[in-house]
């Protein structure tokens, strides 16, 4: 006995995306005024509006600096995340203000925001990446490789707990001009 035909069909068991073979997260350092207001724009929606971590606005010196990575996560286009890095000594960075907009947490933001800061850390001559995690974030941290190094401390008026990560060196040939100048 055969099947009719509309049995032997295999039907996916979950919508399929659009975006077959196309990851919809592209994370990329802010590179004009509209993409650092987008990012700024998240950072104030979470950390001042959502979570009120901040009275008025999360904006500090280190916005300020020129070694400072502005990073923003689009999703399928549209500003979804964002996460700031930079250096603290000559081998360590700090990986800091990790936001993602509410209607984009169950889309896999976070994740990739990580892994960007940690990679670009690494090409620019990293070898240890800092940060302070909320506590409700930690295991996410650790799913992610993080290792956490040390007590529960208070940061911004918050428990956080600090975490570590070992930075792979990157290959000179593949690092650009600034990793591979004398």
Known sequence: MTAPPEA???RPSRPVSVLIGVDPVLCRPTSDAPSRAAHHAIRQAVFVEEQGVFADSDLDAHDARDDVIHVLALHEG???GTVR????GPDEWLGDRLAVLPEYRSANIGGPLVRFAVATASARGGRVMHAHVQLPNERFFHRLGWATAGEIETYVGRPHVPMTIALM???PWLAGP???AA
Do not use: S
């Open 78 to 80: 549209r500003p979804a």
């Open 169 to 171: 060196p990157v290959c």
């Open 178 to 180: 600034e990793r591979t």
């Open 8 to 10: 032997r069909r295999i």
């Open 85 to 88: 890095l930079y250096p603290v």
